[in-house]
């Protein structure tokens, strides 16, 4: 990896990978600032806000009282050792504080869950009844000539998505590519960066959320030939839908492009579903592939990292010792409400803004500086970010590509994962 | 620490010794050849058992996305097999798609020390090497999966300069840390990304306008002239295709008589005879096996009941789709790299396609003469689970107890096959060779799979069990470098296995080349695509075995 030294003495690295939501964009230039660091390029409002956040190094403490580290990892360790039944949540990690999260909670005998799981199931719930037909970032960028953007934010949660993946002029397959059509079903969806030479028709199907469902399962029954009464599905003019259709048939390679954690409503499991059955239809007579994102906070490496260590995606008990896995009965948010569980380790190491829920059971927080929990922890350890303060591997929101990150400066913040094996080894 | 296995039977077929009553003597974790009057520390008196080298899995899926994709697909293949955590084993899951330790346990309590993935796309080698680093025990290595990706095929459709090609290919070979090269559907996985829904031998692709001819013949003969100890390793073209056995024949013979590696060929070596055009063709398979010293093979065998076929083939894994078994499935289009296709499948003794599935594995294995070019895989888990290993060992040893299996399974299919009429029994020997020496010697693992003086202590002991199956499946004990792991099957330490890579040689210059396709089409950078070393090693957790290749030519 590339870096040199800036007249400053202090380091200016390129090709930086940004942990700071699930896309993990590679292609950051960070220097050094009078403040700490710098974003020179490629920068975006999260990587701005995450990397520039000013270095803090607060003392770890013990009922808001500063301790040293080894205090407070001793007073974790005996709060688990003393629990029955101990809630590793959050996990806002990278890929080996994950593997530290299982390895305690294993020994510990807790629940594992992740803070942004509710919108990770509306994909789990679909990948574990009927599967899908998938595709990948750099597949969708070079090969994609419809765009379908399904109810989600995109540009919100990130916010160089459609730079990167849509509007990007080049494409493998030919030096003068066709122009793209990028299709917004859903109301109110920032289309300000579907913009350039790639992007043709942009269009707009203001369909309700929670209606899209009902859309694509329309578009599945016509293309196999069902008649369809009524002048509106799903609210949108029957004549709109059956012109989306054909232009996904015609499509070389479309992409329906969806972020779980926009799909903010009861059972939105059943809209991805709808989504994946219909392209799983298309693929009969020609190609089109699903593309989920989301997955910011680490998301994606804890659903991984706990898949190929447990077999299951999160939402596993180890109390019996074994994994047992149940995804409503150990959901955190379910269990913290029902009061099942009587401690929460909450570990957030990318923003101070995942700060914990606000529950009356003890907790352990293993927080980025200036996380805000409602209630003083039992046990607070500040924490280095992935990335940042410390070097790590996460996965990308496709689930196949990993990008490792590195350490872009010096600082007192211990990894979490070296916490978190500490507080295994004092158990 | 001089440890001494005395008076065990001794099966080391790539030392030429074929159960002699021999001691073996143990130091620093390889086999020595201690003084005469050495003080010994620790000794295991073993007579009458049978000790061989650990095995050796050539080709077993154990880690990759695809199968994580496939461990999060069936939490019911996970309920009801959970392991509890012990004290020196961590908690896991699973009966056909196990979680990652409990997959490196289950090797190891079978007598394995190793095993290879054979199917890691560049683009997802990290998180491979990451889940085999969570693998338990035993020795890991993986095959890179080329033929597919665009660099390469652009390579071969613009007629690149051949050193070129083969810079490409040791260069992948380094970025995602591989021991060798795997070709899937050549070309094919690309091809349905267009729209093509098969691509035979001789088919061109519709846009690089190369067939699956020139893709294997270019990366064969680049792999032997970079010296890579193991042949291109070839998932064909037409795979479970009734009639797909002529590919598979054309295949062998357009190879030239370059060395290459033919894997799962069971699933290559169908028929089209009878009524249903589902027929054996393993007879005229195993002869062009026999007579092509050049050619190897592993044979891919289906176990019956449930498990789930993971495969970078996306094109033939979605006609699949259509027999998934519980209904759900995944397929994916890969970083213009690669693709996978995870389709849950449950083979049925009583189902004819099935059975004859079954027959034609076991066929392959008793007609292929020579045990050093086939060696023994279920593909796992595409043709079972790598557990049925010592149950398929029996079959092999046992031709009454194979007999009574042919009993119990759809009787048509067997008119479709020959092996109701084959006797040939396995010795310990050849089975010694089938899951050790030939794995070894075909991998180019330098000190592994054999038993002979500067060897590592990769050492399975056994009951010399009548009952194959019980001796395979319980070994006495397991020494992993030298270290005793496994008693009566049961792991009493737990080590890290290592990863074994190969390094051939490449021009440096051809990053410049692949900086800026990196960076103009995709979405990682060339320098974070790249695995370093201590990705590998990760503070010591794991490490990295780098065997030798021969000279590059050219």
Known sequence: ?427 | MLIKLTGGKVYDPANGVDGEVRDIFIENGRIVSPEPNAKVDQEYPLHGRVIMAGGIDPHSHIGGGKMTIARMLLPEDHIGNEVARTELTRAGVGHAVPSTMTTGYRYAEMGYTAAFEPAMLPANARQAHMEMGDTSIIDKGAFVMLGSDDYFLRQLAGKADFSAIKDYIAWTMHAAQAIAVKVVNPGGISAFKFNQRKLDLDEKHVYYGVTPRDIIVTLARGLHELGVVHPLHIHGCNLGIPGGYETTLDTIKGAEGLPIHLTHIQFHSYGTEGDLKFSSAAAPIAEAVNANKNVSCDVGQVMFGQTCTASGDSMRQFVNTRSADPKKWVVMDIECDAGCGVVPFKYRDKSFVNALQWAIGLELFLLVNDPWRLFLTTDHPNGGPFTWYPHLIRLLMDKEFRRDRMQTINQDALKYSTLASLDREYSLYEIAIMTRAGPARSLGLVDRGHLGVGAWADITVYDDNPDREAMFTTPELLFKNGELIVRNGKIIKVVNGGTHVARPSYDPSIEKSLKGYFEDYHTIRMDNFRLSDDEIVNGGRGSLIIQPTRARAA
């Open chain 1, 1 to 427: 990896m590339e870096s040199e030294k800036s007249s400053h003495g202090a380091n200016h690295y390129k090709n930086v990978a940004c942990p700071f939501c699930g896309i993990l964009c590679d292609d950051l230039e960070i220097g050094p600032s009078s403040e700490g660091l710098k974003v020179l390029k490629n920068g975006c409002v999260k990587s701005v806000a995450g990397f520039e956040r000013k270095l803090v190094e607060p003392s770890p403490q013990v009922d808001g009282k500063d301790v040293s580290l080894d205090e407070a990892i001793a007073a974790a360790a005996r709060l688990i050792r003393e629990s029955r039944l101990p809630i590793f949540g959050g996990l806002a990690t990278d890929v080996e504080g994950v593997r530290a999260i299982m390895a305690l909670a294993e020994k510990g005998g807790g629940i594992v869950d992740h803070a942004l799981s509710d919108a990770q199931y509306r994909n789990f719930k679909v990948l574990q009844t009927s599967g899908w037909v998938m595709t990948t970032l750099t597949e969708a960028r070079n090969r994609a000539d419809l765009f379908i953007i399904a109810g989600s934010d995109v540009h919100k949660l990130h916010p160089r998505f459609f730079e990167r993946i849509v509007c990007n002029e080049a494409s493998m397959f030919s030096d003068n590519p066709p122009k793209r059509t990028v299709v917004f079903l859903g109301e109110g969806l920032d289309q300000s960066a579907v913009k350039g030479n790639r992007i043709g028709e942009v269009l707009t199907l203001p369909v309700k959320a929670d209606r899209i469902g009902e859309v694509l399962d329309a578009m599945r029954a016509l293309n196999k030939g069902a008649t369809i009464t009524g002048d509106t599905i799903g609210g949108l003019p029957r004549a709109a839908v059956e012109d989306l259709l054909e232009r996904c048939k015609a499509a070389s390679y479309g992409v329906v492009v969806w972020a779980p954690p926009s799909l903010g409503f009861a059972n939105a499991d059943l809209t991805v579903q709808a989504v994946s059955e219909f392209v799983k239809d298309i693929n009969l007579t020609s190609r089109f592939a699903g593309l989920a994102l989301g997955g910011n906070e680490g998301a994606v490496s804890a659903g991984a990292v706990c898949g190929w260590q447990s077999g299951f995606p999160l939402r596993v008990s180890f109390a019996s010792g074994k994994p047992d896995y149940d995804s409503e009965r150990y959901a955190m948010s379910r269990m913290l409400y029902a009061k099942e569980g009587d401690l929460l380790l909450w570990l957030a190491s990318f923003t101070p803004d995942l700060s914990p829920p606000d529950t009356d059971i003890p907790m352990i927080l293993l927080g980025t500086p200036s996380i805000k929990p409602a209630r003083t922890p039992k046990v607070y350890i500040p924490v280095g970010t992935p990335g940042i303060d410390h070097a790590g591997i996460m996965v990308r929101v496709d689930n196949v590509v990993s990008l490792p990150l590195r350490k872009l400066r010096q600082s007192t913040l211990p990894c979490a994962a070296d916490v978190l094996e500490k507080i295994e080894a004092a158990l």
